[in-house]
Every structure is written in C-alpha cells, then in structure tokens.
C-alpha cells in the first residue's frame, strides 16, 4: 500500500479482481497493551529483553516439528513484549461532538479505487461528520499530479488544514507550495516540507511484529534452516519501504539470527509487479521449498502467491504482509502458508487524523508522530478482528 498502502502503493482494485472491498470490521480492535498481556498469561514468563534476543519459545526447541498446527500456532503468537521501537505510536480516539464546527478541513486520498484507500477516506468522512467539521475530499488517484490539483483546489476552496495521503514522495515539495497555507498532517507517506505530524504505520514496529512471527515460524518449523528470504520492497515510498522492511528483517533476525540466507530485494508493491518479479525469481531457486517472501504490503503479497500458483509452486513459499486489508483476510484465515500479518486498521485512520488536524488547526500543538497501535493479525484471530466473507 499498502501504500505503503500503505502504507508505498495500495494494490489497484481492477488488478485484483477481488471487487467490492467495503465490508467493515467486526468489532473495534483491543488495544495492544490488553491483546499482548492476555497472551503473555499464557506464555508465562517468556519476554523478549532485546532485539539480538530469541523470541518466546525458541530456547527449547531442537528443530522437530510437532505437527504444522501445532507449529504454526506457536510461531505467530507474539511475545509479550516487541522489542522494536513504539515511540510515536497514539491510540484511536472518537472525535469530540462539535469540535469542528465552523471549521473547513482537506483530504488529499491515496486512490479510492482501491480497498485500503478507500477504508481510510470513509473512516475521515466518518470522523469529520462526528466533529460537525466540513471535509473536502479530493481523491488522486495514484497519481502524484493529481495530487498537485488537489492541493491547488484546497488553496481556492479555503481548506484550514488538510491530511495528505498522495502516493509520490518526490512531488511532496510541489505539492506542499501549492496547498494553502494552514497544518498539513502527511499520512504514510511523508510529505516534506510542509508536514507538522505524520500519520499512519509504526513501520519500524509494524514490520518488526510480523518479522518476529515469522521467525518463530522458521525456528518452530525448520529450526531456522529456510532456503531464501525474499523481500518485496518499494522505490516509491522509500523511507517506509527502508523503516518496514528494516523492521522485517530485524523481527526475523531476532527468532533467527545472522545472515539472511539468499536474500533477494525485489522493487515489486503492487500485485502485478510482484507477480512477474516472483515469477522471475522462483526460476532463480528452483527445488527451493522453504522460500520467506515478506511484503511492503498486502497487494505484493497477492501477486508473489499468484506467482507461485501459475508456477505449481504454492506450496513452496510462507508469506507474510502489511496492512491485514479485505483483500487479505481470506488468505490469512484459509492459506497455511500465509503466517501472519500486521493490522493497519485503516477504516480507523480518521480517529487519529481528524482529531489531530482540529487541534492543529485551532493553534494547538500536536505531537510530530501519530502513529498507529498496530496488531499482528492471524488465522487464529481474524475472525475476531474482522468478519472475512466467502472463504
């Protein structure tokens, strides 16, 4: 995305083919203080002290597999503490009634055509109409030139403030100039130099949390002896693309430590790029059975598996992804293979961005971080984060 979603670039809904992606979240997620502490009681007194320390669990292990499902449980239950950095991170919060009255607020959207995108512009349609403030919305469409017009448009509307969700971070300084002269709150992407907060993914953290489930899944599984780790990355959104898969790499490399085996860093965000890059790369690795392709986000993820499907290869490759968006709840719930991802929640963006711009617009100085209280999402709790239709 995701985006980078979400978070770099958002997968294009027409490449998917999946359609409608409106379905909303079963049930608001826990915070992660009482998600964490309720496992923690299960877990005992497994914590993770730093990030060069094994996560929970891999001390006893000698390389058996107990079964995959028993593996795979223990692989993506987090420990009680992640060790990567959580500065930043705030919690949602429902926007006080009347806070915004009189007050004309922007969003610049990332590509409404597409699942993730679209949850964050309704989730700040949905929190600007709690504060009584008037939201002009201005979709991009994936395209930084039009997010150039949409700040022009802010500047002739009398925008007091807006959040910037445009896709092309070489164009933030264009854009900035031509947007009026109020707060601006860059959201996943960062939007230098007129940004006073950035919004969005924890990416360091996000990335660590699933990194750390997937090396406990290759510790539990193969005792750490995968044959290669492929990373799908981002030249558009680099500094989340650098912080994400950092993140990644660290969380794995803190279950399984040294060297990744037989990394390879593919420029592949979108779905129908990362299919015909893992195409190409699976014919690098052939009789390769326990390859790790980790994603910037979900639409990379979508086509890495569509790769290795066309190549009679599912089998072969354990993936794990960002943003827990519609698109991929099925695919965590059914697929075997795909181990975990980290919860963006991004139908709730608005009970961050909204609240904060108000503030911000009245005088008020708000923190330069508003990031996201992320989650790791699995097949053992998406049923009870969200509500994953026709699996």
């Known amino acids: 995305m995701n985006d980078p979603h979400v978070p770099a670039r958002v997968r294009d809904a027409a490449d998917d083919g999946r359609g409608d992606a409106s379905p909303a979240p079963r049930r608001r997620p ?5 998600t964490i502490g309720r496992r923690a009681l299960a877990l005992g007194a497994c914590v993770a002290l730093g990030v060069g320390v094994a996560a929970c669990g891999s001390s006893d292990d000698d390389g058996d597999a107990t079964g995959t499902a028993a593996a795979t449980t223990a692989a993506t239950t987090p420990a009680e503490t992640p060790t990567a950095p959580r500065e930043g991170i705030v919690e949602f919060e429902t926007p006080e009634p009347g806070s915004g009255r009189g007050l004309k607020l922007g969003f610049i959207a990332l590509g409404d055509s597409v699942p993730f995108s679209k949850l964050v512009t309704d989730g700040m349609k949905r929190a600007a109409k709690a504060a009584g403030a008037e939201l002009v919305v201005c979709d991009s469409q994936l395209d930084g030139q039009k997010a150039l017009d949409c700040a022009k448009s802010f500047r002739t509307q009398g925008v007091e403030g807006y959040l910037n969700f445009q896709v092309d971070q070489k164009l933030a300084g264009a854009v900035c100039a031509a947007g009026p002269d109020g707060p601006v709150i860059a959201v996943d ?3 230098e130099p007129c940004q006073i907060a950035f919004s969005g993914a924890a990416n360091e953290y996000a990335g660590f949390i699933a990194g750390e489930a997937m090396g406990r899944f290759a510790k539990e599984r193969w005792n750490c002896e995968y044959d290669a780790y492929v990373s799908l990355e ?10 994400r898969m950092g993140g990644y790499r660290k969380g794995f ?4 430590p040294g060297e990744l085996k037989n990394e390879k ?5 979108r779905t129908d790029t990362a299919r015909t890059k893992m195409t190409d790369t699976l014919t690098t690795l052939p009789g390769q059975e326990k390859i790790i392709v980790v994603g910037l986000n979900d639409d990379g993820i979508l086509g890495a598996i569509a790769a290795a499907k066309t190549a009679g290869r599912e089998g072969d490759i354990y993936v794990s992804g960002q943003g827990a968006d519609p698109s991929a709840w099925c695919g965590i719930k059914t697929n075997p293979n795909w181990i975990a991802d980290t919860g963006y929640f991004p139908e709730r963006y608005g009970e961050i961005g909204i609240p904060y711009l108000i ?7 708000i923190p330069e971080q508003l990031l996201v209280p992320h989650e790791l999402v699995t097949a053992d709790n998406v049923d009870e984060l969200y509500s994953p239709r026709g699996c």
């Open 253 to 256: 490399q803190s279950v399984c």
């Open 30 to 34: 826990r915070g992660r203080a009482t």
């Open 234 to 243: 981002s030249t558009a959104s680099p500094d989340a693309s650098e912080q």
């Open 359 to 365: 503030k911000a617009v009245k005088g008020e100085r």
């Open 265 to 269: 860093v593919l420029d592949a965000d």
């Open 189 to 191: 992407i960062v939007q």
